[in-house]
Structures are given as C-alpha cells and as structure tokens.
C-alpha cells in the first residue's frame, strides 16, 4: 500500500543553517503531496503542498520539489531560525480523487538553537 | 481557512470506560475526518465523518470500537469505547473546507491516556 518515510530526528541546527529533511513515498497513481508543520502546543498547519511531479512548492522560505523519478519530496530551507522549531510530517494523498484521505510519515523534530 | 477546536484538550481514564471527543469548525465545511497518533508514531485514519450519514472507516477501526457522528456542517464527535491503555493517544479532528481542494485544516489534538 501507500506509504511515505521520513528521516528520523531529532534535527538540531544552529541558526541561520541550511536545512534538510528527507521524505520519500511509495504510491500507486498520482498522489499530492505535503508538507505539514505542528509547533509546540498547536495543531497540525499545512506548510506547503505540490499536486503533480515537477511541481514545487513553497511557503515562509521553506521550498520542496515533488521528484517522481526519486518518488521523493524533500523539505529544505536556506536559513533556519529558532522560530522553525517544531515538528514536520510530510504526507500523500490517498484513494479517489477529493476524498481528502492523507497517509503521514513518522514526523521530524526540527530544533534550532541560537 | 477554517478553525478548529476539540475537547478536551486531554484526559485519563479509567480501563474499560469510554470518551468522548468533540471537534468544532468555525464554519461550514464538506469533509471532517478522524485520525490518532499513538506514542512516537505517524497519524493514522480513523474514518471520514459524513454529515447525516454513517462514518466510513478505515482498515481496522471499527464503529463498535470508534462511533463517530457528525449532526451537521461544523461538529462531529468520536468516542473511544472500551478503553485499554493501547488507546492511549493523541486524536485529531481535520476538515476540508471545500470539494476540489487537497487543503486540510487540524485540531490541537486530544491527549487521551487510559490507565
């Protein structure tokens, strides 16, 4: 079935370091994919999606490129801030078109020291 | 965008007793779901709450075990019945505001721990 795999945490960087987290999926069809964020104490936001292979999506300098050939959608931003302290989960869509269903990998803790 | 609140925020309860969870959106949306993250896991579908109808379930969640309602367009509840302490989790509510969107929208999540 489908399934989506991120690189374990917890990530610690220094401020202002460039950041990677790495998620790959195994889907049938053509999934969208997200990236989601859950800061301390709050409930899941939606940081930035891509909805067909080349796609790349963007938001608060965070960036991640849908790789079909790599089934892969890396998160990376240029320069974390303490701010970006959190956990991220990058996610697939699942079944019919509009069913709304998402698959989650495992979560990465993000932590940025000063 | 669409606001979401559940309660409560957290519980302990007691084997073999149930809970019940509520989510409410600030508005009107078309799809709500259910999902539960257990200790150190992903998030996992528990089912779609339809609105007037019966919640459609995943593989291995079951309505004897997870009954949901959803009486309207901004309120769906989930009750964990029959508490073990393998339900000890976090349960979210989500929603989609609208058809043709992939966007959904969270809740803070419930912490439930089952003693």
């Known amino acids: 079935g489908d399934s989506v795999t991120q690189m374990e945490g917890p990530v610690t960087l220094s401020e202002e370091a460039f950041l990677t987290i790495n998620c790959t999926y195994t889907?049938?069809?053509?999934?969208?994919l997200f990236w989601y964020v859950q800061y301390p104490g709050e409930g899941l936001q939606l940081l930035l999606k891509?909805?067909?292979?080349?796609d790349k999506g963007s938001n608060k300098g965070f960036e991640a490129t849908y790789r079909k050939e790599t089934t892969s959608f890396h998160l990376e931003k240029g320069s974390v801030q303490v701010s970006d302290s959190a956990v991220y989960f990058c996610a697939l869509s699942y079944g019919s078109s509009n069913t709304g269903k998402l698959i989650f990998g495992q979560g990465t803790t993000l932590q940025v020291k000063p | 965008s669409a606001v979401i609140s559940q309660k409560p925020s957290r519980d302990i309860c007691q084997r073999g007793t149930s809970l019940t969870i509520q989510c409410q959106v600030d508005s009107q949306v078309t799809m709500m779901f259910w999902y539960r993250q257990q200790p150190g896991q992903s998030l996992t579908l528990i089912a779609t709450a339809n609105q007037g109808s019966e919640a459609t379930y995943e593989s291995g969640f079951v309505i004897d075990k997870f009954p949901i309602s959803r009486p309207n367009l901004t309120f769906s509840t989930l009750t964990v019945s029959n508490l073990s302490p393998e339900d000890s989790s976090i349960y979210l509510c989500?929603?989609?505001?609208?058809?043709?969107?992939?966007?959904?929208?969270f809740g803070p999540g419930t912490r439930l721990t089952v003693l």
């Open positions: 989500s929603a989609q505001a609208r058809l043709n969107t992939d966007t959904q929208y």
């Open positions: 889907a049938t069809g053509y999934p969208s």
């Open positions: 891509a909805t067909k292979a080349d």
